[in-house]
């Protein structure tokens, strides 16, 4: 079944503006990624956050987590066109063996 | 350039037909998985691999079939398709031991009719 659930599922920003999006999971986990997928492409690793960690930054994109709410949220500021694309939370448990559970995504779309 | 390959991009197959997805990556990682995304569905594990020999099920396993006999390869076998395995299918891989991000392929677009 679906780990987490992104929200919201669609989001339509001008460029320059920010982007946030949340992410909600359901089981004790090791880390959560961000990846981004561009129209009829693969995904792109982003970012990723571990469960003692609460808050991390890459370039314009900002992720923090809330493993007490079971909780995240990616934030790109100063969104360019070039950021529309598809965004996926991922969460990789904590039992071991590596594998991925990815919620339904967020749509961006930024406007120039 | 370093990465993970997949082999074809798109397919189209009749009912009941068989194919292989094959998928390589050339940075010596130990994990290898297959998933398939469908339209308001995110991405679902199929099958995933620890290391040459080694092979699990995932969330949605009927239906396919993997085998990994060198790190370097791990091919995804349809051994009856019906139209419910039309998806996008993606191979990933990762090093050993967790906490590190994917690397994925560019997909497989399967259409069976």
């Known amino acids: 079944s679906q780990q987490g659930e992104e929200d919201p599922q669609a989001l339509s920003i001008q460029e320059g503006e920010n982007a946030t999006m949340n992410c909600s999971y359901k089981?004790?986990?090791?880390?959560l990624q961000w990846y981004r997928q561009n129209s009829g492409r693969g995904l792109v690793h982003l970012i990723l956050i571990r469960s003692n960690e609460r808050e991390k930054h890459s370039g314009r994109l900002r992720v923090t987590l809330d493993t007490s709410k079971k909780s995240s949220s990616l934030l790109i500021t100063a969104s360019r066109a070039a950021d529309t694309a598809s965004y996926f939370c991922?969460?990789?448990?904590?039992?071991?063996?590596?594998?991925?559970?990815f919620g339904k995504g967020t749509m961006l779309l930024v406007s120039p | 350039n370093a990465g993970v390959t997949q082999t074809p991009k798109f397919q189209v197959l009749k009912t009941g037909q068989s194919m292989t997805l094959q998928c390589a990556q050339d940075m010596n990682h130990e994990y290898m998985s297959w998933y398939r995304q469908d339209p308001g569905m995110g991405l679902r594990l199929i099958h995933y691999?620890?290391?040459?020999?080694?092979?699990d099920q995932g969330e949605v396993p009927n239906g396919y079939n993997v085998s990994r006999s060198t790190t370097e390869d791990f091919p995804l076998r349809l051994l009856s398709a019906a139209p419910s395995q039309t998806s996008v299918y993606f191979c990933?891989?990762?090093?050993?031991?967790?906490?590190?991000?994917?690397?994925f392929g560019s997909g497989t677009r399967l259409t069976v009719v």
């Open positions: 089981t004790s986990i090791n880390n």
């Open positions: 990933a891989s990762t090093q050993q031991g967790g906490g590190y991000g994917y690397t």
């Open positions: 691999s620890v290391g040459a020999g080694i092979t």
């Open positions: 991922a969460t990789e448990g904590d039992s071991g063996y590596s594998t991925l559970t």
